[in-house]
């Protein structure tokens, strides 16, 4: 009896640490491969809100058909905003891939202006395809 109980206590041991094994492998979430883009046309800061000195941040989901952008949703930003960088990531040419959905974060900002980037020749801060800064004086208040 005791070699049996050995045994089943082992195989037991054994099929919990294969299924541990398997829940962890099955449950880890890959990091999606975000594509490379290749154009893009430098963003603004929407005239209307930067006469009103309206900051914010604009969240999009962007799909894509593995070379340019097929869909675009707006998650959330104020609506002075909000066309201003869905209009912007659709000027977005992207190297070959596997299409693909992921989200893209426009902050516009009072933080001064930004340098022209030597390499992008914009005046905004661009991570793409996850984050856009598009940063500006603060107006002079009326």
């Not at 005791?2 to 041991?13: K, W, Y």
């Not at 962890?24 to 009103?52: I, R």
Request: a positive charge; one cysteine or more; proline letters at 8%.
């Amino acid at each position: 009896m005791g070699a049996l109980q050995s045994f089943i206590r082992v195989r037991t041991t054994l099929l919990s640490a294969i299924c541990l094994l398997a829940l962890q492998v099955l449950g880890e979430e890959k990091a999606p491969v975000l594509p490379t883009v290749t154009s893009f046309v430098c963003p603004k800061y929407p005239d209307k809100a930067e006469s009103l000195a309206l900051q914010g941040m604009v969240r999009l989901q962007v799909t894509t058909d593995g070379h340019a952008v097929s869909d675009v949703k707006l998650i959330s930003g104020h609506p002075l905003l909000a066309p201003s960088a869905v209009k912007n990531v659709r000027s977005w040419a992207f190297a070959d891939h596997a299409p693909t959905t992921f989200i893209v974060d426009y902050f516009y900002v009072f933080q001064g202006r930004l340098k022209r980037d030597p390499v992008t020749k914009c005046d905004a801060r661009l991570e793409l395809p996850s984050r856009v800064t598009v940063s500006r004086e603060m107006p002079p208040r009326l």
